[in-house]
T-cell receptor, first 111, second 114 residues
């Protein structure tokens, strides 16, 4: 496989569920990101990891919990989400400023 | 004032038309300027990347940056139905501490009609 792979592509969960989104990059990049994309809003940066170390947490609610076990894998753990958290969650990796390689996203619906 | 402003459209043009997509920004510290293309149900993909004022051409696509006016544009010549997508501008700056600030526009939805 090449590029950035995200699973699952679609997820429906209740507000009391716990689920995780997974991202894997095969590009050898040092940085990985989680973005949230909602209708009619710009991409919102959630978390950044450089060399497995979290370098940015953009005031994201604690019901979102990232995990980066190595430079190729990134998880987003979800628990007690709200309906307004329904969105497309995009993972990206990069090696150079501004050059992000995105996965196809995980479409999350919170009931 | 938002850091990056982009008209969300939608924009609809006939096949073969020249398309102009634009963004304005307020932060004069931005150093890198990008255009991403996002097809429906896909993640964004980097289309054009530049770090200086002026024009950069790649096939039918031309990216233009005017730092004095804080204005960037993407031109698409001989537009094709396959160009139908949402186009997002993005710009970034690196801080002295080594972290990057990357800001996206809302995206402009383009439809090219055959």
């Amino acid at each position: 496989e090449t590029g950035v792979t995200q699973t699952p592509r679609h997820l429906v969960m209740g507000m009391t569920n716990k689920k995780s989104l997974k991202c894997e990059q095969h590009l050898g990049h040092n940085a990985m990101y989680w973005y949230k994309q909602s209708a009619k809003k710009p991409l919102e940066l959630m978390f950044v990891y450089n060399f497995k170390e979290q370098t940015e947490n953009n005031s994201v609610p604690s019901r979102f919990s990232p995990e980066c076990p190595n430079s190729s894998h990134l998880f987003l753990h979800l628990h007690t989400l709200q309906p307004e958290d329904s969105a497309l969650y995009l993972c990206a990796s990069s090696q150079f400023p501004g050059e992000l390689f995105f996965g196809e996203g995980s479409r999350l619906t919170v009931l | 004032q938002k850091e990056v402003e982009q008209d969300p459209g939608p924009l609809s043009v006939p096949e073969g038309a020249i398309v102009s997509l634009n963004c304005t920004y307020s932060n004069s510290a931005f150093q890198y300027f990008m255009w991403y293309r996002q097809y429906s149900r896909k993640g964004p993909e980097l289309l054009m990347y530049t770090y200086s004022s002026g024009n950069k051409e790649d096939g039918r696509f031309t990216a233009q940056v005017d730092k004095s006016s804080k204005y960037i544009s993407l031109f698409i010549r001989d537009s094709q139905p396959s160009d139908s997508a949402t186009y997002l501008c993005a710009m970034s700056v690196w801080s002295e501490g080594g972290s990057e600030k990357l800001v996206f526009g809302k995206g402009t939805k383009l439809t090219v009609n055959p």
